[in-house]
């Protein structure tokens, strides 16, 4: 792995799927919320905040508040150029790592198969 890569795997504890996630939630919806992010994830807001602020400091994502929102707390979270060509990495690592699980999983649903008919 890169610096860069080893870096996001230690932002607020959270695994590198879980970074894979928020990078491609914030692609598909900029305007999602913490909130949101924390329950899709399965951990606390704050700790999403503080992945969102490790993320901004690494200039992989943008944060634009909502100068007409009614909720001035609300933000536009933009992936950066940096930030789209990690999540590219992280998803090209995803797919392979989830690849061979499914291998993995398959050899041991073949193996227990004969097991039975052995049995």
Avoid: W
């Avoid at 609300?74 to 690849?99: C, D, H, M, W």
């Amino acid at each position: 792995m890169r610096g860069l890569d080893v870096q996001l795997l230690n932002i607020g504890g959270l695994t590198e799927e879980q970074h894979f996630r928020i990078l491609r939630e914030l692609e598909r919806d900029p305007q999602v919320s913490q909130r949101h992010l924390a329950e899709e994830l399965g951990v606390s807001v704050g700790k999403i905040n503080y992945c969102l602020r490790a993320l901004i400091d690494r200039g992989l994502v943008k944060a634009k508040n909502f100068g007409s929102s009614e909720n001035k707390r609300a933000y536009l979270y933009l992936l950066t150029p940096k930030g789209i060509s990690e999540k590219s990495r992280n998803t090209v690592r995803f797919l392979q790592r989830k690849t061979a699980e499914y291998e993995a999983l398959r050899k041991e649903i073949e193996r227990l198969r004969r097991e039975l008919k052995q049995g």
